[in-house]
């Protein structure tokens, strides 16, 4: 059957807020009948350093224990400079699931899915996904809003629903019917 919108949301009532959000990889698959298997989750925010530091307030054992002992700036510093620009926090507890979540700067995130500059995030996003906030980014892409040249809302839009045969909504969530 699937994980429904209200399942998806739910991990996002307990983080701060966020600019962009989607869920992806074979546990979205109506006929996983795998209640075990992890939910994946990118998250795009504006300022990854200020938002990892309100989420250490709220989840702080999201974080490994060593990445707790850096703090929020080490944390965005390690990911920016050393990895590719997004922080996973994997097997984190949610009811009765496993999630993980990767944070990811807004313009990073953009870059990423039009140029396939690191290709890390936009692989990610060929997987069957879901997405919230879809509309936003786009918005901001058109008017220059993260400092990409004007105009790219409609091609981000276009790559992030690439190979989609239609979409429908669901409480917020854009849903691909079927890969």
Not at 18 to 33: E, I, P, Q, R
Not at 53 to 63: D, L, M, S, T
Not at 156 to 173: A, C, D, V
Request: aromatic share 10%; proline share 4%; charged share 25%.
């Amino acid at each position: 059957m699937g994980i429904n919108s209200i399942e998806l949301a739910g991990p996002l009532k307990a983080l701060p807020p966020v600019d962009f959000c989607c869920a992806y990889g074979s546990s979205l698959l109506s006929n996983n009948t795998d209640k075990s298997s992890m939910v994946d989750y990118i998250i795009g925010v504006a300022d990854p350093e200020k938002w990892h530091a309100e989420n250490f307030e709220r989840n702080k054992i999201h974080y490994s224990r060593w990445m707790s002992i850096l703090g929020p700036k080490m944390i965005t510093c390690v990911a920016d400079k050393i990895g590719v620009g997004v922080h996973f926090n994997p097997f984190v507890e949610w009811r009765d699931k496993i999630i993980k979540y990767g944070v990811v700067r807004m313009q990073d995130l953009a870059l990423d899915i039009l140029t396939w500059d690191r290709f890390y995030l936009s692989g990610r996003l060929q997987k069957p996904m879901r997405e919230k906030g879809c509309g936003l980014v786009a918005r901001e892409l058109v008017t220059g809003g993260m400092g990409i040249r004007r105009g790219f809302g409609r091609e981000f839009e276009g790559k992030l629903r690439m190979g989609n045969s239609g979409t429908r909504e669901s409480g917020g969530w854009v849903m691909r019917e079927e890969i």
